[in-house]
């Protein structure tokens, strides 16, 4: 099976040697091509039985590479799971309309900031409206910047609690379906996120080519204002648990997973796609190794940059006394369990895989620390 880090050992250098490249977008390629290599170290694990030794190389761990991502996931969903609420929960996905995304990809850790900011305050002010809610929410934002085809398709998933904590320090539960309207929603995020948008000084995207005088600018916020923009609810999920499955399915996906990708031939890279537009129908898109890498490139996330954020009543101050509250108002009477990373392994991988291969009976544990070669 070809995997991206075959495309880009193959490819990844003359990529880097023809383009400009960030620190973090550097990075990300050399992390992917030597992920699980000798080049990222080793440990050695050793029989406790028969005294059998083995070489396991390390994973790189860079957020960008399609082989770290599933433990990675499991671990953050299972510290998720002490602040799931016993109620309904809604999925919420806002979307930066087309003419924008150009302005997105210039200036992406700015205007990724500006996009959560916007996100979270139109949520948690209707929230507040007694018309719809009157109380505060939890809320987890997810960011994605592609599409199924690898375009630049930058939007936020939102995960929200049906209902929230109030004033008066009393919970109380939304309506069954979402309760705030679409339409409303859509506009209320329109709002902030060109009010943000237009804080910020003028010149300040100058260097963009179809944004190089002020009266573009102007013309591109008038024509902003007069369209409707993307912002999609789905039906509210059955049960905490579905939460966080749903959750950890989005978390934690880079720009395309290995098992999307059918071959590479003659310097062209096959993929599966699914064409939103026709009817949610599965596609293939061939594209030279060039232009694919380009297109994956675009969704390195700048340094640092925090793609996971927590607002309303899942904010980081006070955040366990809130929850620990909220469970006594809700009834949410559920423990949780955290699972042992060698829980997680065998769960995740279905067998035991700490057991020799040798003499099928001991176990494997680690005999040495980390082996770096030079």
């Known amino acids: 099976m070809v995997e991206l880090q075959d495309i ?59 082989k770290c991502q599933t433990f990675a996931k499991e671990e953050w969903v299972d510290r998720q799971r002490q602040y799931l609420i016993d109620r309904q929960y809604f999925h919420v996905v806002f979307t930066v309309p087309a003419g924008l995304r150009p302005v997105f990809y210039q200036n992406q850790g700015k205007m990724y900031n500006l996009l959560f900011k916007a996100a979270a305050q139109s ?42 904590l109030t004033g008066l320090g009393t919970w109380k539960d939304s309506r069954k379906k979402f309760f705030i309207p679409v339409k409303v929603l859509s506009r209320k995020f329109r709002g902030k996120l060109m009010y ?42 059955g049960c905490a648990q579905k939460v966080i499955d749903y959750l950890g399915r989005y ?68 955040k366990t006394k809130r929850i620990a509250l909220c469970k006594i108002l809700t009834g949410t009477t559920f423990s949780v369990k955290t699972e042992s990373m060698l829980e997680r392994l065998v769960r995740i991988l279905g067998i035991d895989f700490n057991l020799c291969p040798s003499c099928k009976s001991g176990h494997l544990s680690r005999a040495s620390p980390h082996i770096v070669q030079n």
């Open 8 to 66: 880009m050992r193959q490819y990844g250098g003359d990529y880097r040697k023809s383009h400009v490249l960030s620190a973090g977008e550097s990075k990300a390629i050399t992390a992917i091509q030597t992920c699980r290599t000798a080049a990222q170290g080793a440990h050695v694990d050793h029989c406790d039985e028969c005294g059998y030794e083995h070489i396991s190389y390390n994973s790189c761990r860079n957020r960008n590479c399609p």
């Open 123 to 164: 949520l948690l002010e209707l929230c507040a409206d007694g018309k719809y809610l009157g109380a505060k929410p939890g809320i987890t934002t997810i960011l994605h910047t592609w599409g199924q085809n690898l375009s630049f398709h930058p939007h936020l998933h939102c995960v929200v609690t049906g209902g929230g």
């Open 196 to 237: 943000l948008f237009k804080q910020e000084r003028f010149e300040y995207f100058g260097s963009i080519a179809h944004l190089n005088d002020v009266g573009r600018l102007g013309g591109l916020i008038d024509k902003l204002y007069s369209s409707d923009w993307v912002v999609y609810c789905k039906p509210p999920f």
């Open 251 to 318: 978390t934690h996906r880079v720009a395309i997973s290995n098992n999307r990708i059918i071959c590479l031939e003659d310097g062209i890279v096959t993929f599966r796609w699914r064409d939103y537009s026709d009817g949610n129908k599965q596609k293939t898109m061939s594209l030279s190794a060039e232009e694919f890498v380009r297109r994956f490139m675009m969704h390195v996330l700048p340094s640092g940059f925090r793609k996971i954020r927590h607002y309303g009543i899942l904010a980081s101050r006070d």
